[in-house]
C-alpha cells in the first residue's frame, strides 16, 4: 500500500483574466494558501503555460516548476481535456466544440483534428519535460450520438465507431509510451469511453495498450447510478489518475438519469461541492490505498450552488482529511506469539 498524495487543485475552472488567476505565478500562490500542495495544469491555457515551449524546451519546464516550488506547490500532471475531445468530433457537435480548437482551424473539421492530435502530441512532450509520469485528456466521442438503441442501431455502426477511436488514439498512445507517460482518460459522458464496457471495447482495440488508462472521478458514475466503489476493484491497475468531484442524484417522479433538458441547478444529477453531495470518499479513498493508488488525489471543482473559491478551499481541507497515511506495521503485532516452522508443523499435527 502507498499513501495517495495530495491535495491537488485542476486549475481549469479557476483560470481567468483577473488577479490572482492570470498568472502561473499567482494562481499557484493562491492555490497553496488554500491548502493545496499540488496544482493540474490545463495545457490549453497560455495564462498558466506555453504549450509549444514546454513540448520543446527542458530549460522552460524546469523554470515552470521551479515557479511552482518557490509558492509551495508541486505540478502533478498535465491536462488536454479540450483538445482530447477533438481528436473525435461527431458532425453534430461540430458547432458546440469549434470554440475548443484555435481561431485557425475552426469550421475545417479535418484541419482541427489534425491540430487536436499535435497538441496532444506536445502536451505529452511537455509532460515529459516537467518529469511527469501520467497525462489527463478525454477521448471524443464518435458513437455518443447513438446512445440510446432507438431508432435501432444499424449492425457494425458502434464498432465502426470504435475501430476509428483506436486508429486516431494508436499514435498518440505510442508517443506516450516513447515519453514514459499513461494517458489517463477521464470516463466521462459526451465521451465514448463513459463507463468500464466502453473503456474495455476501446482496450481490445488498441490492444490492451500499456499506455491506455483511466482517470477516475465517481461525480460522472454517481450520475450514471454506476457503482463507482466496485469499479475500483474492477480497474484498479488501470487507474492512473483521480479528481475529487461531487456530485449527488435525486430522481424525482419527474425525471431522473436524463435531466429533462434542464438547468445544471435543476437537474436530479448535478455536480456539488467536495463534501456536499453523495459520494462515498472515505470508501474511495480507502479501497484506492488498498490496491496502492500512489497518484495525486486532485479536486475539480464544479458545483452549480456554491462559489468556486469557497469550494476550493473546502476541498483542500476535505481532501487532507481523507488521506490515508499507511501503515508500516500490522494491528495485531502485540499478540505475535513468536512461532518458527517447528512450531507451524506441531501446530498442524505434522510433528
Request: proline residues 5%; contains cysteine.
Amino acid at each position: 500500500m502507498k499513501t495517495i498524495k495530495g491535495p491537488a487543485l485542476f486549475l481549469a475552472q479557476f483560470a481567468g483574466d483577473a488577479a490572482p488567476f492570470n498568472s502561473f505565478d499567482s494562481i499557484t500562490k493562491w492555490a497553496a494558501d488554500c491548502g493545496y500542495k499540488g496544482v493540474q495544469v490545463p495545457s490549453w491555457d497560455a495564462r498558466l503555460i506555453d504549450l509549444d515551449k514546454a513540448a520543446t524546451s527542458k530549460t522552460y519546464c524546469d523554470e515552470l516548476k521551479g515557479v511552482a516550488a518557490q509558492n509551495g506547490v508541486e505540478i502533478t500532471e498535465l491536462s488536454t481535456h479540450l483538445q482530447g475531445q477533438l481528436v473525435a468530433v461527431h458532425p453534430a457537435y461540430d458547432t458546440q466544440f469549434d470554440g475548443f480548437a484555435a481561431p485557425s482551424v475552426r469550421s475545417n473539421p479535418k484541419a482541427r483534428q489534425e491540430w487536436a492530435v499535435d497538441q496532444v502530441t506536445k502536451a505529452l512532450s511537455a509532460s515529459k519535460n516537467l518529469g511527469l509520469t501520467a497525462h489527463a485528456t478525454f477521448s471524443g466521442a464518435l458513437a455518443w450520438p447513438y446512445l440510446y438503441p432507438w431508432p435501432q442501431r444499424p449492425a457494425g455502426l458502434v464498432e465502426e465507431a470504435f475501430d476509428e477511436l483506436a486508429r486516431r488514439w494508436t499514435p498518440l498512445l505510442n508517443h506516450a509510451d516513447a515519453c514514459g507517460i499513461d494517458l489517463a482518460y477521464e470516463i466521462h459522458p459526451g465521451e465514448d469511453l463513459h463507463d468500464g464496457v466502453t473503456f474495455e471495447m476501446f482496450l481490445e482495440r488498441v490492444n490492451n495498450h500499456p499506455r491506455a488508462n483511466m482517470l477516475y472521478d465517481p461525480s460522472h458514475y454517481v450520475l450514471q447510478h454506476l457503482d463507482y466503489i466496485e469499479h475500483i476493484d474492477i480497474y484498479h491497475e488501470r487507474i492512473k489518475m483521480f479528481h475529487v468531484k461531487d456530485a449527488e442524484l435525486n430522481p424525482t417522479g419527474r425525471q431522473g438519469v436524463y435531466g429533462g433538458f434542464q438547468s445544471w441547478v435543476n437537474r436530479a444529477g448535478r455536480f456539488r461541492s467536495v463534501g456536499d453531495g453523495q459520494v462515498d470518499f472515505g470508501g474511495i479513498f480507502s479501497k484506492l490505498t488498498q490496491y496502492g493508488f500512489d497518484g495525486w488525489a486532485v479536486v475539480e471543482w464544479e458545483c452549480c450552488i456554491k462559489h468556486p473559491e469557497d469550494g476550493a478551499r473546502e476541498g483542500a481541507a476535505y481532501v487532507a482529511k481523507q488521506i490515508i497515511r499507511v501503515t508500516e506495521k500490522a494491528f495485531d503485532d502485540f499478540a505475535d506469539a513468536g512461532t518458527d516452522r517447528a512450531a507451524n508443523r506441531r501446530m498442524l499435527g505434522l510433528e
